[in-house]
């Protein structure tokens, strides 16, 4: 079975970008969902974004048109790159494939 970890994640001002990465330990072509997650401080885990395989990539609407998820199916890794960020996107973020297997999170922190 795949794993999953994620990288990126650092503390940044309101208006600051940051990209994620997710890497796979084996080939994720075969893989139908890649999905992004992300869970704050006292707060149930919010879907973000996902990759399906061969189609358009869906988006929460907190984060549309900020954030931009990508799979690179080549390399085993599926990134986030996140625009515009706000404080309300402070959480560790996870990364998940075919809604089994999760990563480890990576915490992005949002402050001034």
């Known amino acids: 079975q795949v794993q999953l970890v994620e990288s990126g994640g650092d503390l940044v001002q309101p208006g600051g970008s940051l990209r994620l990465s997710c890497a796979a330990s084996g080939s994720i072509s075969n893989i139908y969902t890649m999905a992004w997650f992300r869970q704050a401080p006292g707060k149930q885990r919010e879907w973000v974004a996902t990759?399906?395989?061969?189609?358009?990539?869906v988006y929460a609407d907190s984060v549309k048109d900020r954030f931009t998820a990508s799979r690179d199916n080549a390399k085993n890794t599926v990134y986030l790159q996140m625009n515009t960020l706000k404080a309300e996107d402070t959480a560790v973020y996870y990364c998940?494939?075919?809604?089994?297997?999760w990563g480890q999170g990576t915490q992005v922190t949002v402050s001034s």
């Open positions: 998940c494939a075919d809604g089994r297997v």
């Open positions: 990759l399906p395989r061969g189609g358009a990539t």
